[in-house]
């Protein structure tokens, strides 16, 4: 008998693929966290049913979200990383030595535990001495946060419901952008341009109104929806160049590099209409 996983990204379109068995199930207060094992894809790890990652293109996610920004920065040493319990995004971001810490906002301790006992691929970089945790809403610990306190801030969200929902809210941007020093730079993952344009548009609103410069960036994640994911990016010195990054030919990455960074901003005609609409 064969095992399949389906996600029903809309009532009437998905992706499914064959399981070999179910490594782990938790439940928390906020949700509840699958790990299978799947014969394409490696490990997945499913938060209310829902795809977060993959063993075989996590890489792609993590590397774009964390090396865009860090190589935009001119000399990031503070991070901090919302969400990103499995500790994917932490890993990339500890392969830059200017970063001298790392903080970690995670709001379900159960995340971690189960990335750690399950995931060490992921998760090598949570017992990083670099490396702080807090289990708390990062929506709170922001609003909280002392101005000019980092100089990247990353959102590593679940999708825009329950706890997540918050972080995509013009409040939140706007502690963000305090809490970030006077070249700071957000980045939060943004959902994918073929299921959810009317969002990213108006989440792109929210940011251009606070940030000098907004901007997204695109990549190829093949067991997110459609296969296609935005970034959208928040930078407060409007001078800062975003055509430039600084090279780091010895960064470990499988999908990132300085091509890559560069060509991720160009943007597909119906999106780049939809921003200007
Ligand atoms: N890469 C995945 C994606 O793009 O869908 C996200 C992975 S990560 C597992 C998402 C994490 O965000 C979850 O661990 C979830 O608990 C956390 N999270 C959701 N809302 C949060 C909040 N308000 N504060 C802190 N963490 C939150």
Redesign the pocket.
């Known amino acids: 008998m064969s095992i399949w996983y389906t996600e029903k990204h809309t009532p009437h379109a998905g992706i499914t693929m064959e399981v070999r068995k179910s490594i782990y199930h938790g439940e928390s207060k906020?949700?509840t966290l699958d790990i299978l094992d799947t014969f394409e894809f490696g490990r997945m790890?499913l938060?209310d049913g829902?795809?977060?990652?993959t063993e075989r293109d996590?890489f792609v996610?993590?590397e774009m979200l964390a090396h865009v920004p860090l190589n935009t920065h001119p000399s990031p040493a503070k991070v901090l990383v919302?969400?990103?319990?499995?500790g994917?995004t932490v890993r990339e971001v500890l392969k830059h030595p200017e970063v001298a810490e790392v903080t970690l906002?995670?709001?379900?301790p159960m995340?971690v535990e189960a990335s750690m006992e399950h995931l060490p691929g992921l998760s090598e970089g949570l017992k990083d001495p670099r490396t702080r945790i807090v289990y708390?809403?990062?929506?709170r610990?922001v609003s909280e946060a002392q101005p000019g306190s980092y100089d990247v801030i990353l959102v590593?969200?679940?999708?825009p419901v329950?706890?997540?929902e918050?972080?995509f809210a013009e409040d939140f941007f706007r502690n963000c952008s305090k809490a970030l020093g006077p070249d700071g730079i957000f980045v939060s993952?943004s959902e994918s341009p073929f299921f959810h344009l009317p969002f990213m548009v108006e989440t792109y609103k929210l940011v251009e109104g606070i940030y000098p410069q907004a901007a997204f960036y695109l990549a190829s994640v093949p067991t997110?929806p459609s296969g296609t994911?935005s970034f959208l990016m928040g930078v407060r010195d409007g001078s800062l160049p975003l055509t430039r990054c600084r090279d780091h030919e010895k960064l470990a990455t499988k999908y990132y590099n300085r091509q890559v960074h560069l060509a991720s901003f160009q943007l597909p005609r119906f999106l780049k209409e939809a921003l200007s609409g």
């Open positions: 906020f949700q790890l938060l829902v795809v977060m990652l996590e996610y993590h919302i969400g990103g319990g499995d994917g906002v995670e709001i379900d995340v708390d809403d990062g929506v610990f590593d969200s679940t999708d329950g706890p997540a918050a972080l993952q997110y994911w």
